[in-house]
């Protein structure tokens, strides 16, 4: 049994009930009665309200464009990630020994979806609330100017200014697989900075997945800098 108690404390909050945080945080992949990809779904649905609320009370003077897309940068793979690498998720997930062995615990994908399922477990036994106060608090963390410019930049023209200056290289990006039908075919791309793997993302395009990995390769820069 793993001990939450580190998880807890950076949330803010205790489960009383374990086997909810134990169903939201096992992966398909251990091939259980259950996983997390129910409170997923749910947890998808409530921060897509909670983030849009805030928004919406945050920028008074904003249209439905505007909210739309900054609502759009924060409510994502590259966003959700952002928060599961500020919790150490990753430490937390139950995986199968082939999973974990591929590096699981490092992929944007599984990240995100274990984030949104603890949050849809916070709030099936807190409710709405209680689950707002713990996501605002996170979101003001990680994001220390939120607007239009900064939520909705190019990420990888970021990325490159900033490894051009500190490593003298530009970042590498490398197609790892696709899947989908056809017409709705997703990308993963692996993002390199001097050969070393910064980050993963599954976009809808190619460059969909370059901007979220580009996000995230950002926000693991920034926080090697606070340690």
Known sequence: MKNFDLLEKDLGYK??????????????????????????????AVLDLIVGEYLFKKFPKYDE?????????????GGFTIMAIHLNLG?????????????GREK????????????????????LKRLEEIVLMMIEKN??????ETLCKDYKTTLQEITQARFGVIPEYKLVGTSGPDHKKEFEIALFIQNDNYASAIGKSKKDA??????????????????
């Open 65 to 77: 464009g505007k909210l739309s897309k900054m609502r759009a940068a924060l409510v994502n793979e």
């Open 143 to 148: 994001y220390t100017d939120i607007s239009v």
């Open 210 to 227: 370059q901007q979220k990995s580009a996000f995230i390769a950002l926000e693991k820069l920034k926080k090697g800098e606070n340690e």
């Open 91 to 103: 430490e937390f997930i139950f995986l199968s020994n082939a999973e974990d062995n591929n590096g």
């Open 15 to 44: 489960f009383e009930n374990k086997e909810l945080i134990i169903e939201a945080l096992t992966h398909k992949s251990c091939k259980k009665p259950y996983n997390n990809e129910r409170l997923e779904f749910l947890g998808d």
């Open 108 to 127: 944007s994908s599984l990240l995100s979806n274990a984030f949104e399922a603890v949050m849809g477990a916070i709030y099936l036994e807190a409710g």
